[in-house]
């Protein structure tokens, strides 16, 4: 069983996938709010040209998406991809059409295990390109009740708080703002 936020399998050990060649296209914030994120993968997609154009100038919307496993293979769905103006006959395609994301035999076999065993979800957190592939990364999570984001909002707030405190200390500022007085006159 992994940890907490690590990767698994080949992908894992080529590298976490950040770095200087790696140009983020577009993120999902609101699923890191919806649902706590155990796991990611790296997973490539595949796409018609019309649609990595798109991808170039960040036309891709996340919010809604989700990705499906079924017969061995994931499915990306629910992922809007703006088509280019000028894409229209060959180069045209559906915004919304299942996407295959590529992954391998083992990597599938183990979420597909999981899914199904402790009841989660697979999400896409990030589109990016690495190098001139484009990637996925996915979020193998569980999702999370009303409360359960306010106390993750609190404990967010809370931890902001504290840390504006150090740094006002360390700059050697009073909890109103205004600078300490030493001991000495």
Do not use: C, W
Not at 16 to 44: C, F, M, Q, W
């Amino acid at each position: 069983m992994a940890k907490k936020g690590t990767k698994t399998g080949a992908r894992a050990a080529a590298g976490s996938g950040s770095g200087p060649d790696r140009k983020i296209v577009a993120t999902n914030r609101k699923a890191r709010h919806d649902y706590e994120i155990l796991e990611t993968v790296e997973a490539g997609i595949a796409l018609v040209g019309g649609e990595v154009k798109a991808l170039r100038d960040a036309k891709i919307q996340l919010k809604d998406g989700y990705a499906h496993i079924d017969r061995g293979e994931v499915t990306l769905l629910g992922v809007h991809n703006s088509p280019k103006v000028y894409a229209t006959g060959f180069g045209s395609y559906l915004p919304e059409r299942p996407r295959k994301l590529l992954l391998h035999r083992s990597e599938i076999d183990d979420l597909q295990r999981r899914i199904t065993l402790e009841h989660l979800t697979l999400i896409p957190l990030t589109v990016y390109f690495k190098g001139q592939v484009v990637k996925v990364e996915l979020g193998l999570a569980k999702g999370r009740k009303h409360h359960d984001k306010r106390d993750v909002l609190a404990e967010r707030d809370s931890r902001m708080e504290i840390e504006r405190a150090l740094g006002a200390r360390r700059k050697g500022m009073g909890a109103a703002g205004t600078p300490r007085r030493s001991g000495r006159r």
